[in-house]
């Protein structure tokens, strides 16, 4: 697999954002709506500490991609600890039969 750079990820956020406007387009109702938001142009802003701006934009694309929409990414944390391992090994060993 190809590594995509933060330019290719940009580009690939405009297109989507492009298609996301032409269908919303033509599944909105015939009522009078506000002008159409354009797409922003500057940078994202800066990500937060221990998440890189390759990140950011991974994540942003999987959200619109998901949801349908553009969504505003307002928090992002970055959760350390031990509950999905701990939940990982209480799996497996439920998984084992004792005799």
């Not at 159409?36 to 500057?42: D, E, F, G, I, L």
């Not at 937060?48 to 990414?73: K, M, N, W, Y």
């Not at 307002?74 to 990982?88: K, N, P």
């Amino acid at each position: 697999m190809a590594t995509m750079t933060v330019a290719d990820l940009e580009t690939q956020i405009l297109e989507l954002t492009r298609r996301l406007a032409e269908l919303e387009a033509r599944s909105a109702p015939p009522t009078p709506s506000p002008a159409p938001v354009p797409a922003p142009q500057a940078a994202p802003e800066p990500a937060p500490e221990g998440i890189t701006e390759e990140e950011l934009l991974a994540i942003s694309a999987a959200i619109a991609a998901f949801l349908g929409v553009r969504a505003h990414i307002r928090q992002i944390r970055l959760l350390g600890g031990s509950a999905w391992a701990q939940q990982g090994r209480v799996s497996i060993q439920a998984s084992h039969r004792l005799t």
